[in-house]
C-alpha cells in the first residue's frame, strides 16, 4: 500500500502536508480504536469459551497482524507521536463524559426510571 492520500496543493505545499498529516493522524488513530474494541470482543470472546483453539489462533493472527500494519502504517508516515497525542485526547474526552453521567443527578433519573420498566 504505497498510495497517498491526496489532499491538493501538492507535496511542496505546507498546508496540504499539514491537512494530510492531520487526516493521516485521525483515520489511524480511529482504526486503533476500533482494533482495541475488536481486541476486548476477542477477549470476551474466548473466556466464555465461545471459540475453539483453532479460531483463537487465527484470530490472533489475525489480530497481531493489524496491529503490524498500524504501527507501520504510523511509522512510515511519521505520525506516532501524533497519534498518540489524539488517542490521549480522545480517551480525556470519553474519561470526562462517562465521569460526567456518574455524577449527573439528570443522568441517574433517567436510568432509574428505565430500570423500573
Same mark, same amino acid.
Given at each position: 500500500?504505497? +498510495?497517498?492520500?491526496? #489532499?491538493?496543493?501538492?507535496?511542496?505545499?505546507?498546508?496540504?502536508?499539514?491537512?494530510?498529516?492531520?487526516?493521516?493522524?485521525? #483515520?489511524?488513530?480511529?482504526?486503533?480504536?476500533?482494533?482495541?474494541?475488536? +481486541?476486548?470482543?476477542?477477549?470476551?470472546?474466548?473466556?466464555?469459551?465461545?471459540?475453539?483453539?483453532?479460531?483463537?489462533?487465527?484470530?490472533?493472527?489475525?489480530?497481531?497482524?493489524?496491529?503490524?500494519?498500524?504501527?507501520?502504517? +504510523?511509522?512510515?508516515?511519521?505520525? +506516532?507521536?501524533?497519534?498518540?497525542?489524539?488517542?490521549?485526547?480522545?480517551?480525556?474526552?470519553?474519561?470526562?463524559?462517562?465521569?460526567?453521567?456518574?455524577?449527573?443527578?439528570?443522568?441517574?433519573?433517567?436510568?432509574?426510571?428505565?430500570?423500573?420498566?
Amino acid at each position: 500500500m504505497s +498510495e497517498r492520500i491526496d #489532499v491538493g496543493g501538492g507535496d511542496e505545499d505546507p498546508e496540504a502536508a499539514e491537512l494530510r498529516s492531520g487526516l493521516v493522524t485521525l #483515520v489511524l488513530s480511529l482504526v486503533e480504536i476500533v482494533d482495541e474494541a475488536l +481486541e476486548r470482543e476477542a477477549v470476551r470472546r474466548m473466556e466464555s469459551g465461545e471459540l475453539d483453539p483453532e479460531e483463537i489462533e487465527r484470530l490472533g493472527t489475525h489480530l497481531a497482524t493489524l496491529n503490524e500494519e498500524i504501527t507501520e502504517l +504510523e511509522r512510515r508516515e511519521n505520525v +506516532e507521536d501524533s497519534v498518540a497525542e489524539l488517542r490521549g485526547q480522545l480517551d480525556g474526552v470519553v474519561d470526562d463524559a462517562l465521569t460526567g453521567l456518574d455524577e449527573d443527578p439528570a443522568a441517574k433519573t433517567l436510568e432509574d426510571d428505565h430500570t423500573h420498566d
